[in-house]
């Protein structure tokens, strides 16, 4: 399956449940006041947040009067291109450090191991070299658990004992990866919840280490969540964020949800552009995020039809 089938099958729960909807509502229906009340709850239904759900109604509003139109298929047409303004990050992320390391964080069961597996192989894909970095001392299993997926990709691992220090673990991977050339760096972390200090304590140290096992690496701290848990992570993930210097999200887990909308409103609610999207268990199911094809896949069947 390409990138756009695979995409397409992980929003169908939400596609079916909502998005759907959403097309046949605005496309049939004349646009009058019902209407912008009928897509604000649907878009709410759909787990955006409802300031969010609320600030795309009065865009599309907005839109609608200025351009004066009159059919339910411009008016969807406005409504995917506001939600793409939306989500569209400012800058693309760029794998050209020497080396880039990424951090990738966030609590408990997210799928941080995961989406490192998955990271490996679209960059390895990509004819980049990958090595990841066992920055997860904490629990017994966490090293194997990555090691098992190190040896699928194909992709070296650094590993320390349990217990460890984790800046010790990435301190060694990034001057290994300078070293040898390789052109990223992907290091887990422990998912436990911590407290603030002790995560920023943590975090600054890691950036402390990256800097002195090699100047020129850049750092990408990417925080996952879990599109399951939706609106509640969201309005969970500031603190992480203010504490561990987050530059981006990865949104897991879409495929699992009927309430996928949550993505459309994480960069005007946490100020981080989504850069990759979960769809899935295996080590295809990660793709770069791009809001038009998203939006494609959000409304494709419907449009078919
Ligand atoms: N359906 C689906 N499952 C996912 C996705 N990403 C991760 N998972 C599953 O979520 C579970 C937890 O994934 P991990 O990668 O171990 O999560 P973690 O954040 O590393 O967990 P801890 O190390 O315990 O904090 C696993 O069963 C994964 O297969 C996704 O995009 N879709
Ligand atoms: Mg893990």
């Avoid at 604000?40 to 865009?59: R, S, W």
């Avoid at 004066?68 to 411009?74: F, K, N, P, V």
């Avoid at 200090?197 to 890691?206: G, P």
């Avoid at 850049?218 to 609106?231: F, N, S, W």
Wanted: aromatic fraction near 4%; hydrophobic fraction near 45%.
């Amino acid at each position: 399956m390409g990138f756009f089938g695979k995409l397409s099958e992980g929003l169908r729960k939400t596609r079916d449940s909502v998005f759907g909807a959403i097309a046949n509502l605005v496309t049939e229906k004349e646009i009058t006041d019902d209407l912008y009340d009928e897509l604000e709850e649907k878009l709410i239904l759909a787990d955006t947040g409802a300031d969010v759900a609320m600030d795309l109604v009065e865009q599309l509003r907005q839109r609608v009067r200025a351009d004066r139109l009159r059919t339910g298929d411009e008016a969807l047409e406005a409504l995917k291109d506001i939600l793409c303004k939306t989500m569209r990050p400012e800058m693309l992320l760029s794998v050209d450090g020497r080396p880039t390391v990424m951090l990738i964080i966030g609590v408990n069961g997210v799928g941080k191991t995961t989406s490192i597996a998955k990271l490996a192989h679209l960059y390895t894909k990509k004819g980049k070299r990958v090595m990841m970095a066992a920055g997860d001392t904490f629990r017994a299993a966490a090293a194997e658990q990555l090691t098992v997926w190190a040896d699928r990709v194909g992709v070296p691992i650094v590993k320390h004992a349990e217990g460890a220090d984790p800046a010790s673990v990435i301190f060694d991977a990034v001057q290994s990866a300078a070293a040898r050339g390789y052109d990223l760096v992907l290091c887990d972390t422990a998912g436990r919840l911590h407290n603030k200090k002790h995560l920023m304590d943590e975090l600054s140290k890691i950036s402390r280490v990256v800097d002195k096992a090699c100047d020129t690496a850049k750092v990408e701290t990417l925080l996952v969540l879990d599109a399951i848990t939706g609106q509640n992570a969201i309005n969970q993930a500031s603190q992480f964020i203010d504490a561990a210097g987050a530059t981006g999200v990865i949104l897991t887990k879409l495929d699992g949800t009927a309430r996928g909308g949550s993505v459309i409103g994480i960069r005007k609610k946490l100020g981080l552009p989504v850069r990759f999207v979960g769809v899935g268990e295996g080590m295809d199911d990660l793709m770069e995020f791009d809001p038009e094809a998203f939006v494609d896949a959000l409304f494709e069947e419907t449009e078919e039809k």
